[in-house]
């Protein structure tokens, strides 16, 4: 700690400080343009300057100089107002003064420093710019005639997001921020440079023209697409959520978001949505009433009794779960499952048995301070892109080793020095067994207190380093180094994804990451964890609630394979598009037609509600209260900014509709509900919503220690021999269906594709959007190529949320899927 | 006393000779206008379009809120004001619309005769307000 004093208040703050950063601590204002709390110092606007009684002479930039034992800091005298007056006269002599048409007007930095320094003359005259406006692209709009140069999208770009789009080129007053050879913007559209422009030189374009700042209502909420919670604040007016606000104060997010949480809010806007209740009258749906529509589904149910289905997906708020819950034991079935049934046995079959837990133990904070990050599947930065540059960070700031097992490259690895272990489809299990391996071999294994030692090492015979390198294709001193990096980090992460289209394995890669995270010393220590992500924004919500098939019930897997075989009287489908996005479409086509009663509920009339016997209309993420529990346990409240459209009803209401129905008692609002889920769900007996604070809650605290440490043998898998096999996976720009009504994702991928490698795509004579054909067991399906450098030879992908596509026609949930390919 | 209340009627009475009366013959005779008097409206044109840009000062800052703006892009890639409104029925005439306009596409005209019939005469669209 250091003592200085600042306009003579004495201030202790810690010696990594900045002049900056004591004084904001200590509640004195300096005007800033290009600090940013989550990026490196930079001093590039000057506007910051004060004076430091030990450095008299010149003005010091608070911003960049690190405070010093008994520093005398004045922030504020007639000489270091008419500088940053000066400073700001100089901005504005090529800063095109363009404020009533900017967008920005009314949150500019500039603008604001403008008004409190009176800069209403200039004392300079010069040129002003007058360089053409960007873009092509649908997301952001960039205008260097207004930009300042503060540099801070250059540095989000290239500390957090990793991506390094933009760059300074030319000299002098011909300095602009441009991307490489001055083109288009070609990157991730997570628009942080949005964020962090303190002027209106780069702008949502979704948001262009529609609304001044201070019009907006802003309310805090937390993105419904990923596991990764992220904190968003909705801007809204007209009862439309008009764009996404920055806000770095809530959250674990930093005010960091991806293209999906920042621009593929537009579909709870969509003129598409579901507004009143329809039902099924001669085959046709037609509009009906809630009384109409919840007396039959009601009937429906009761009929069915213990013979209902119900299937929810992973975008239910907690308290909606638990009422389903209820809804589930009040019509008396235990056939209650969600997200495909498959992909979430990572945590309840593969943690479980292991450490004793259903979930990950550590929080993402934690990651940045990491020394060495084991990344499970490239695709990780796909399905939690906010994680990802949690990750990035570690590495680009903190030097950390990250280590990626993937069947193709990527983001990750493409991260400066990221190790690849590049290995055939479907062998990520036998990489960790291999890895498992090497630390016992080399005796670098932390074995004490692990139980079933010897009957796990004995499984890992076949495992041996050398064999495995030679089955994966991944280099054997690759192997041996990442497990040694793992075992001897002082603080390491284990970090795996999992989601609908990633069934296959599951269950086995959580426990062999879980293994190799016993192995290392991972699970339970403070400062290290082992991550298992689910795709959904409360995946773990659901695993909490145990929205999971009773004992002896059915799961999604048996119900749909029931219904099909004409077992199941009814299914009851919450905020799932199964027929969409389920492996196996046949199988759900099938259980669709032969259940006698369908009822969908969901926000637009997806393929799967087309099916259905009664439609409810639900409500959005941004209609509703309730809390979500993200990937890292953390607990936080959702708040609505707007009103659904037409008659839809929250899912909470609908269950509580239902639940009195059957004459059950329901909580009356979300808060009770809360307390009442809070007093039944493990983990979550000691919280309550006034606990829940801007940072959310973490149950369980920031460390979860195992509650067991058992290894468990793990049998890995084989390779599937075919000259080509196609990977099924996420996309950046989606997350599930949803992201498919929402104008901003769908802006930069607007339809399915089929990815190549260069190097196939090279011997196929393929070139980019030209239409192939994919023949694989289960049919054909045909889409335009997409030739980029992330595939190695023989392996093909597409991603699993076009349901245009077929995909599920042709994935059954396996890892990789044997294809032949013509044109 | 008498001749104080004397001084005072011839004051009075003075007033009644001819030539002497202050009414003006509204509408046959108007009176001259204040050069800052503050009638209706007028939103200014230039050749191709509205000079307004839609920065949404205006209806911020108007006390009765009594402006509806909705901004919108044109073919030319400018903002321009979607929907330009004002409630004449809300409008207490303060001028601070005028104001607050930073590209002078907003001023009141000395047209002060806007008396109208039905409620819906006194919403001044855009079109009307360009005249």
């Given amino acids: 700690m250091v003592n200085l004093t600042i306009d003579g208040k004495e201030i202790q703050v810690s010696k990594t400080a900045t002049i900056y950063q004591a004084a904001k601590e200590a509640g004195i204002y300096i005007p800033v343009l290009c600090y940013a709390k989550k990026l490196l110092p930079y001093g590039a606007c000057r506007v910051c300057l004060v004076e430091v009684e030990q450095m008299k002479g010149r003005l010091i930039p608070s911003c960049t100089t690190p405070v010093t034992q008994g520093m005398i800091v004045n922030t504020m005298s007639a000489e270091i107002r008419k500088v940053r007056k000066t400073v700001l006269e100089f901005l504005l002599v090529n800063h095109v003064v363009e404020c009533p048409v900017c967008d920005k007007g009314g949150e500019c930095d500039l603008q604001d420093l403008t008004y409190e320094y009176e800069v209403v003359t200039n004392r300079f005259e010069g040129e002003k710019f007058d360089l053409p406006k960007d873009e092509v692209n649908p997301l952001l709009e960039r205008n260097m005639n207004r930009c300042v140069l503060c540099g801070k999208c250059v540095r989000v770009c290239d500390e957090v997001v990793g991506f390094g789009s933009y760059s300074f080129i030319n000299r002098g007053f011909e300095t602009k921020i441009a991307t490489a050879y001055d083109r288009g913007l070609d990157c991730e559209f997570c628009g942080q440079c949005v964020s962090m422009c303190p002027v209106g030189a780069i702008l949502p374009r979704p948001f262009k023209f529609k609304a ?41 997010n930093d005010g960091n978001l991806c293209v999906r949480g920042r621009f593929g809010y537009s579909y709870v806007n969509s003129k598409e949505r579901l507004t009143v209740p329809l039902i099924r009258v001669e085959g046709e749906l037609v509009e ?84 060495a990050i ?38 990750l690895t493409r991260m400066p020095h990221a190790r690849a272990l590049l290995h055939k489809p479907g062998l990520e299990v ?39 390198a030679t089955a994966t294709g991944v280099a054997a001193d690759a192997i041996r180094q990442t497990a040694r990096e793992l075992a001897e980090a002082g603080n390491a992460a284990i970090i795996l994804g999992y989601g609908l289209p990633y069934t296959a394995q599951s269950r086995e890669l959580g426990i062999a990451a879980a293994n190799l995270a016993l192995l290392t010393g991972i699970a339970g220590r403070q400062g290290s964890g082992l991550y298992l992500c689910g795709e959904k924004s409360n995946s773990q919500g659901a695993i909490d609630l145990q929205i999971l098939p009773a004992t002896g019930a059915m799961g999604v897997g048996a119900m749909l394979q029931a219904a099909a075989a004409n077992k199941l009287q009814a299914l ?7 027929l969409a996005s389920y492996p196996d479409r046949a199988l759900t086509e099938k259980a669709l037609n032969k259940s006698p009663f369908v009822v969908v509920q969901d926000l637009f009339l997806t393929e799967t509600a087309k099916q259905a016997d009664v439609v409810l209309p639900a409500a959005s993420f941004a209609e509703k209260t309730g809390t979500f529990t993200n990937a890292e346990r953390r607990i936080q409240r959702l708040l609505p900014g ?68 058992n290894l468990v043998p793990v049998a890995g898998n084989k390779e599937l021999k075919a000259r080509f096999q196609l990977l099924v996976g996420s996309c950046l720009y989606h997350s599930g269906t949803t992201s498919l009504h929402a104008s901003g994702p769908m802006s930069v991928v607007s339809e399915p594709y089929i990815e190549f490698g260069r190097e196939d795509a090279a011997e196929l004579k393929i070139t980019d959007e030209q239409q192939v054909k994919i023949k694989a ?39 990789a899927i044997a294809v032949e390919v013509s044109k | 006393m008498f001749r104080e209340f004397a001084k005072g009627l011839s004051i009075t009475l003075k007033h009644l000779l001819p030539g002497h009366s202050t009414t003006v013959q509204y509408p046959k005779e108007r009176l001259p206008l204040a050069p ?32 509806t703006v909705e901004s919108g892009e044109n073919a030319q890639g400018e903002k321009y004001p979607k929907v330009y409104k004002i409630d004449l029925l809300r409008c207490i005439f303060c001028g601070y619309c005028v104001e607050a306009c930073p590209v002078e596409a907003l001023e009141m005209s000395d047209q002060y005769e806007l008396a109208n019939f039905k409620r819906e005469d006194f919403n001044f669209e855009k079109e009307r307000l360009l005249r």
């Fill in chain 2, 36 to 67: 800052r008097f503050r009638g209706l409206h007028r939103l200014v044109p230039t050749q191709t379009r509205e000079k307004c840009v839609a920065c949404y000062l205006c209806p911020t800052v108007c006390p009765a809120k009594c402006i």
């Fill in chain 1, 374 to 411: 084991l990344v499970i599947r490239n695709d990780f930065y796909e399905t939690h892109p906010v994680f990802g540059m949690v990750i990035n960070q570690a590495v680009k700031r903190n030097d950390a080793q990250l280590s990626v097992i993937t069947d193709k490259k990527g983001k």
């Fill in chain 1, 430 to 468: 036998n990489l960790l067994n291999a890895l498992c391996r090497s630390l016992l071999d080399e005796g670098l294994a932390k074995i004490e207190g692990l139980q079933g030692l010897n009957e796990f090492q004995e499984s890992l015979e076949a495992y041996a380093v050398e064999a495995v």
């Fill in chain 1, 777 to 815: 067991a289960g049919g054909e399906i045909t889409a335009k190529a997409k030739v980029d450098r992330r595939l190695p030879k023989g392996v093909l992908f597409a991603p699993y949320h076009f349901s245009s596509l077929g995909l599920n026609r042709i994935y059954q949930g396996q890892a």
């Fill in chain 1, 572 to 578: 009851y489908i919450a905020g799932e598009d199964p």
């Fill in chain 1, 642 to 709: 707007i009103k659904s459209p037409g008659q839809a009803k929250s899912d909470f209401a609908i269950f509580q509709a239902l639940l009195a129905g059957f004459g059950a008692s329901a909580p009356a609002n979300e808060n009770e509900a809360f307390a009442a889920l809070a007093a039944v769900t493990p983990g979550y007996e000691m919280v309550n919503l006034a606990m829940i604070g801007a940072q959310g809650y973490v149950w369980g605290g920031e460390t979860l220690v195992p509650e067991t440490r």
């Fill in chain 1, 288 to 371: 009906t009433t809630w009384d109409t529509a919840l007396a039959k589904v009601t009937e429906g149910f009761r009929t069915a009794g213990s013979q209902l289905g119900i299937i929810s997906g992973a975008r239910l708020a907690n308290e909606e779960l638990y009422l389903l819950k209820s809804l589930a034991g009040a019509v008396g079935t235990g056939n209650l499952d969600h997200s495909g049934g498959e992909c979430y046995k990572g945590l309840t079959e593969g943690l479980q048995p292991t450490l004793g837990l259903q979930a990950s133990t550590a929080t993402f904070p934690q990651v940045e301070k990491a020394d």
């Fill in chain 1, 212 to 252: 001044r700042p201070w019009q907006l209502k802003e309310v805090n909420s937390v993105c419904g697409y990923c596991g990764n919670g992220c904190t968003v604040t909705f801007g809204t007016k007209d009862n439309e959520v008009q764009t996404i606000r920055f806000n770095d104060n809530t959250g674990v």
